[in-house]
């Protein structure tokens, strides 16, 4: 019991290759210390070695067929692994044995988003929260699959409620201002990409969108068409401008600086790569922006 106890201790001091010497001795021990070999699976799991991790869950599971835990984190891993189907069981297990294990109802909505299932994710999140209201993942999560179902007013709920609780995190400001920006609440759109970018002033899609709104929105007031150049040039230099719809942005954000030649060059480029990467939608919204570019007319969304 001391090795063990000093494993788990050292583990949740993120001490992970001390924890797994004093909880290999305590399976050395007694090899049916269920407990130490889920530990041992946790910290394996932390170090990133999945194949060693599942063996020891798989083993804690048959010394305790009970044990919720090992089964959520066994499907944690799975998952990890790209094995969703069978993740996806084991998560569902986990809950037989335990209704009210919030992780496995985490993992298991995740999956669930993955897959596009967005009213069974909705499910599982909502459950996480009733559990732990206070969890801003899971907050952050249910505004997710909140927006894929279309409930918008309910994603911006949910994403307002995540940054109650953790005010700079940009996935939730990022996420809010998409949900926003469908909403056509396009200042308010703008206000938290910008405190995504406060945090991570690197987060590509972030600029992307930003950049979007000020190229391409209706409204003058809110356009500004060389902020937009720069926002849209970081997120294609960030992403080694492989990325379509980023350099259809910067195209947008040219022709709204009055940069129209460029925008032509940068939209036949933008049209190009998309085709190539079969984004034939991007391909065909490009195509049909370069025709306003070459007449001398900006990009504008639909009010």
Known sequence: EIEGNLGATLYCLGKYDEAITHLREAIRLNPEHSMAHFNLGNALMQKDRLEEAIEHYRTALQLNPRYGEAQSNLALVLAKQGKRDEATAQFKQALVIDPALWPAHFGLGGLLIDQGRFDGAAEQFSEVLRLQPKHEPAWVQLGTARAGQRKLAEAVEAFSAALRIKPDDAEAHYRLAMALGSQHEAKEAIRHYREALKTLPDFPEALNNL?????????????????????????????????????????????????????????????????????????????????????????????
């Open 211 to 303: 950049a979007w709104l000020l190229a391409a929105n209706p409204d003058p007031q809110v356009r500004n068409g060389h902020e937009a150049v720069d926002l849209a040039e970081r997120a294609c230099k960030l992403t080694e401008y492989k990325q379509p719809i980023m350099i259809g942005t910067l195209a947008a954000a040219y022709a709204e600086a009055g940069r129209f030649p460029e925008a032509v060059t940068t939209a036949e480029k933008a049209e190009t790569l998309a085709k190539q990467a079969n984004q034939m939608e991007v391909a065909a919204r490009n195509r049909s922006l370069l025709e306003l570019y070459r007449s001398g007319q900006p990009a504008r969304d639909t009010p």
